[in-house]
């Protein structure tokens, strides 16, 4: 049950696109299409923004897309807001358990 | 409204037991899977613990394997988690969240600090 691997940061200025990728192995992110992005802002609890490798749950911001390839998937934000700086975390069913997160990525717009 | 209200989080000596209850409303409980998911000061989410719908089938984190038991009752909309021997370690906000996963809907959590 080893936590999937994040960039601790990433930046962007308003307006700009950026990445955030989730690494783990064949036993999770590659073995399943079952990964999911949270957005937690500091204080709160943890928002569902992806499932399922890149469904948006109704509500959320069509600037949020995510994608997969081999054992790394990918949150993509896109036209950053001031309002998306917060904390990112993805997860994964795994062959041994039904989730694991990942070490997670403060996003910061400059 | 989906609604998750965690209770019973405090403060306890290592080696203490602790009982967390999480209050559902506005869905069909007994329909759902749900789930335990922690919080560290200043650290990132870990997954606890999962139960089945109608309680049959539970998977724990192997940090918390032996120590923690979850469990559920659907007449009474509540997901709880019993927690003993508490170490250090188990200082976190705990959250209890509806889902597969995906955690669709989380409650605000409970703080559990352990520290003598």
């Known amino acids: 049950q080893s936590a999937l691997t994040q960039p601790a940061s990433v930046s962007g200025s308003p307006g700009q696109s950026i990445t955030i990728s989730c690494t783990g192995t064949?036993?999770?992110?590659?073995?399943?299409?079952?990964v999911s992005w949270y957005q937690q802002h500091p204080g709160k609890a943890p928002k569902l923004m992806i499932y399922?490798?890149?469904n948006r749950p109704s509500g959320v911001s069509n600037r949020f897309s995510g994608s997969k390839s081999g054992n790394t998937a990918s949150l993509t934000i896109s036209g950053l807001q001031a309002e998306d700086e917060a904390d990112y975390y993805c997860?994964?069913?795994?062959?041994?358990?039904?989730?694991?997160f990942g070490t997670g990525t403060k996003v910061t717009v400059l | 409204e989906v609604q998750l209200v965690e209770s019973g989080g405090g403060l306890v000596q290592p080696g203490g037991s602790l009982r967390l209850s999480c209050a559902a409303s506005?869905?069909?409980?007994?329909?759902?899977?749900m789930n335990w998911v922690r919080q560290a000061p200043g650290k990132g989410l870990e997954w606890v613990s999962y139960?089945?719908?109608?309680?049959?089938?539970?998977y724990y984190a192997d940090s918390v394997k032996g120590r923690f038991t979850i469990s559920r009752d659907n007449a009474k909309n509540s997901l709880y988690l019993q927690m003993n021997s508490l170490r250090a370690e188990d200082t976190a906000v705990y959250y209890c969240?509806?889902?597969?996963?995906?955690?669709?809907?989380w409650g605000q959590g409970t703080l559990v600090t352990v520290s003598s």
């Open positions: 506005g869905f069909t409980f007994s329909s759902y899977e």
């Open positions: 969240a509806r889902g597969p996963p995906p955690l669709d809907y």
């Open positions: 399922e490798v890149s």
């Open positions: 139960i089945s719908s109608s309680g049959s089938t539970i």
């Open positions: 997860s994964s069913y795994t062959s041994s358990s039904p989730c694991v």
């Open positions: 064949s036993s999770d992110v590659g073995g399943y299409n079952y």
